[in-house]
């Protein structure tokens, strides 16, 4: 068997159950162990351990299923406030030429932003200009008071999706740090059980391989 430091997450907990659970319950190898100041609260412990790193592994990939769905909710968002900001910005162009108050007002001049953060600052710039001179909305054919109010939900279901996404990606790096950290301990705590049997039972084959410890051939 490869050293607990070099095994995949997949096989971690398989063979550290393995060693913990036959350390303590064949009386034999116990008491080899024993020697060495090993105890069945020890072999409780590691196989606690064992339960809190697989624990560790589901929980950390439930975070980052939540932090894909929080991504793809967040370019929803931004996709669908995009498409509405674009057309409505467009026909607004057509009511307030530059140089207007207008076109000033709604920040009508280039084009909108690719970055995500500006847009919607951009789009909350034009829909609540809207909504504070209802003036301006009236000349903009499909712009009424409705419509500027859905605007400013597209912006503010935008701004929502994207903090849930930083929320989401934060815990996803906490799960994937609490995750390495239990299994570094259970791969130093099984590694060091492992050398210790190897010495203890260094004339009993049989036992090593009753713990995952299999000769090399």
């Known amino acids: 068997m490869p050293a607990f430091s070099d095994l995949p997450l997949a096989g971690l907990t398989a063979a550290a159950r393995t060693l913990y659970t036959n350390a303590r319950d064949d009386s034999a190898i116990a008491a080899a162990l ?101 003036e301006l909305a009236t000349p903009i054919r499909g712009l009424d008071a409705d419509a500027v109010a859905d605007g400013q939900a597209l912006v503010t279901a935008a701004r929502d999706a994207t903090t849930a996404q930083a929320a989401e990606t934060g815990e996803a790096q906490r799960a994937t740090a609490t995750r390495d950290a239990d299994a570094a301990r259970l791969r130093a705590q099984a590694g060091e059980l492992t050398a210790v049997a190897k010495l203890a039972l260094t004339d009993a084959p049989q036992l090593r391989e009753k713990l995952g410890l299999l000769q090399r051939s």
């Open 34 to 134: 024993a020697d060495f100041g090993y105890t069945a609260e020890d072999f409780d412990a590691g196989l606690a351990l064992t339960d809190q790193v697989d624990a560790a592994v589901s929980n950390q990939r439930a975070e980052y299923a939540d932090q894909y769905a929080a991504t793809a909710a967040a370019a929803q968002a931004a996709a669908d406030l995009e498409a509405r900001y674009s057309r409505h910005r467009q026909t607004a162009r057509l009511a307030h030429p530059r140089g207007s108050d207008g076109h000033t007002a709604l920040a009508l001049a280039g084009s909108i932003p690719q970055d995500r953060a500006a847009l919607v600052r951009d789009a909350a710039t034009f829909y609540d200009t809207l909504a504070a001179r209802p």
